[in-house]
């Protein structure tokens, strides 16, 4: 059963330290995108990415956040320093990337909670 | 830029009652249009997807939605909902060259009581 896996799913911490969060995408999908849900903003796009590169960033708070692919099966949000107002559920969604018109795939959510 | 409006951020409805969940795109080109589902604790899975094919358009677990230019809107419905419909509904557009690219409504929380 494919599926796009997050990690952690629960995460706690305080202002100031780094988060990481983490994300495998369906293998074979080329592209992956990073999503922030808020009860205020909604769903937003932070970022995405084609074949590991990145496509679009203008999202994500340049100063503390940044998007990487490592490598096709894994890709990575970073926070750091982190800070209250960044608490949300982060969700990585991949997709085959062939046309404006195909599935996302949702992992589960990785909920940040900074105090 | 594209955007999609989703009309009411909570729908309430007994069960075996009609569901009709709005949403009005906003878009220069002709436009792809989904519905995603949220269960609680879970991520987005599709509903269904217009792709300038039938402008009716059916999904899974009963919903169907239909695309009208004239009005910009892709409204989802059912004939009669279940306890399991209880959810959070998102609309989403995508456009031509954009690799999946997705923007989403602010969503419509549904809730279905007996």
């Known amino acids: 059963d494919a599926r796009v896996t997050q990690t952690p799913r629960h995460k706690v911490t305080e202002m100031g330290q780094e988060v990481t969060m983490r994300c495998q995408p369906i293998?074979?999908?080329?592209?992956v995108f990073w999503y922030r849900q808020t009860m205020m903003q909604g769903l937003e796009l932070l970022a995405y990415?084609?074949?590991?590169?990145?496509?679009?960033d203008s999202g994500m708070p340049k100063d503390r956040f940044s998007a990487e692919m490592p490598d096709a099966t894994l890709a990575t949000l970073k926070i750091q320093p982190s800070e209250p107002r960044d608490s949300a559920v982060y969700f990585c969604?991949?997709?085959?990337?062939?046309?404006?018109?195909?599935?996302?795939?949702f992992g589960e959510g990785s909920r940040l909670t900074v105090l | 830029a594209q955007s999609v409006t989703q009309l009411g951020s909570h729908v309430s409805v007994s069960e075996g009652a009609l569901v009709l969940l709005r949403c009005n795109y906003s878009s220069s080109v002709p436009p792809y249009l989904f519905w995603y589902v949220q269960y609680p604790n879970q991520g987005l899975q599709l509903l269904l997807k217009?792709?300038?094919?039938?402008?009716l358009v059916k999904g899974i677990n009963g919903f169907e939605a239909e695309f009208k230019k004239s009005e910009t809107s892709f409204h989802l419905t059912k004939p009669s909902a279940h306890m399991s419909d209880a959810a959070e509904y998102f609309c989403?557009?995508?456009?031509?060259?954009?690799?999946?690219?997705?923007?989403f409504g602010a969503g419509t929380r549904l809730a279905v009581h007996p």
């Open positions: 989403a557009v995508s456009l031509s060259g954009g690799y999946n690219k997705l923007i």
């Open positions: 217009y792709t300038s094919a039938a402008t």
């Open positions: 293998l074979g999908h080329n592209t």
């Open positions: 969604a991949s997709g085959l990337g062939q046309s404006a018109t195909g599935e996302l795939f």
């Open positions: 990415f084609r074949n590991r590169a990145p496509l679009d």
